[in-house]
């Protein structure tokens, strides 16, 4: 028989659990789930050596085990720090673990760009979240904020550095997943941004999982930029056979429309299976997918809203009130508009109306978009353009 592994007890905001010897206070923290659970920006259990570099993850340690109850000096990154046993942890219980986050979240908020409202993030951004729930109402930067020009990284993906925070997850993902690692960190201190040497683009076939990992708006799929926001679609799981992939994946519809393809997620919003560029990209079809329901998203969101499960479909009482008789049709909707004949998932760019007036192929280019307009981008916006407020 092998041997028992030896568990140890651990105290976190007075709640008590048993975890494994190598376990991270932030592992043991989610075993308990709830609030207890410190928020991470650059952790990511599915990945090695990530974590310990954003440090929104804070706790203090105010014993730091049975044999040595003294407390630890400072406070201590969660996602990096082993227990031990007897430890006793203090994470929402104590205002200076609080205070300390609003000053990391304060400071990784500096150069962030304020445009949640351009930005395809929204609704999804764990940096929105950990704002609203750990962050200031304002901030002491009066400095400006440092900008950078987008860049394709190849016909799927879209770097916008302006939002990174240098997570550094899409690095070890390229390292981990995609099996070539052909972008990383240049430069140093406030100079240091993720880009590619010469502006290579990323050609892996498990590249387009950067998407996915990256927690903010910096890494976005270029087949869904501005087509919808995500809080009018509605997320459903499917699966097909793919020879790359476990082709196990999430399916955004707007009606009838796959707007976009992403992986599976857990509750702490990590993917569950990486899935390959084929099935994010080229798979836009409902019937490349077998159907298996609705996705349950365990995140408070407004993706949300509206997503209702289980609803019995009223009784139809027009023919019992006609003696029988089928209602008549007074007027076809599709003989009078092209609306229903559009397909969103197939242009290349934002519908406009000229989209849904007889050219259902016709795009518009959203100002926000133009990556080479008047001037430098001065202002810290989404926009090239100088004349952007």
Sequence with gaps: ??????????????????????????????????????????YYSKLDKTGGYCRTCLVRVAAGSAADPRPMPKLVASCRTQVMDGMIVENITNPAVLEARKGV???LLLNHPLDCPVCDQAGECDLQDLSYEHGKEGTRYEFKR??????DLGPYIQL???RCILCYRCVH???????????????RGDHAQIATYIQKSLDSNMIGNVIDVCPVGALTDRTFRFKQRVWFTKPVDAHRDCPECSGRVRLWFRGDDVLRVTA???????????ICNTCRFDKKEKS????????????????????????EKPKETFKEVMNGRDPKLLMDIHTISDVNQVDLHGIPGPATSATFNGNPTATGTNITDVKEGIGRNQ?????????TP
Aim: proline share 3%; charged share 25%; glycine share 8%.
């Design 160 to 162: 916008h550095m302006t």
């Design 105 to 107: 979240v304060e400071f």
């Design 1 to 42: 028989m092998s041997e028992e592994k030896k568990l140890f007890k651990v105290t976190i905001d007075n709640i008590q659990v048993e975890v494994e010897a190598g376990t991270t206070i932030l592992m043991a923290a989610r075993k308990i789930g709830g609030d207890v659970v410190p928020p991470t920006m650059c």
């Design 146 to 151: 440092r900008t950078f020009e987008r860049i």
């Design 264 to 274: 599976r997620k857990d509750q702490w919003g990590e993917v569950e299976e990486w």
């Design 288 to 311: 490349d997918w077998t159907i298996e329901g609705p996705t349950r998203l365990d995140r408070h969101s407004v993706i949300n809203a509206g997503h209702y499960v289980g609803v």
């Design 379 to 387: 202002h810290g916006t989404d926009s090239t353009n100088a004349n």
């Design 173 to 187: 993902t390229a390292n981990q997943v995609a099996g070539q690692r052909e972008h990383g960190v240049l430069d």
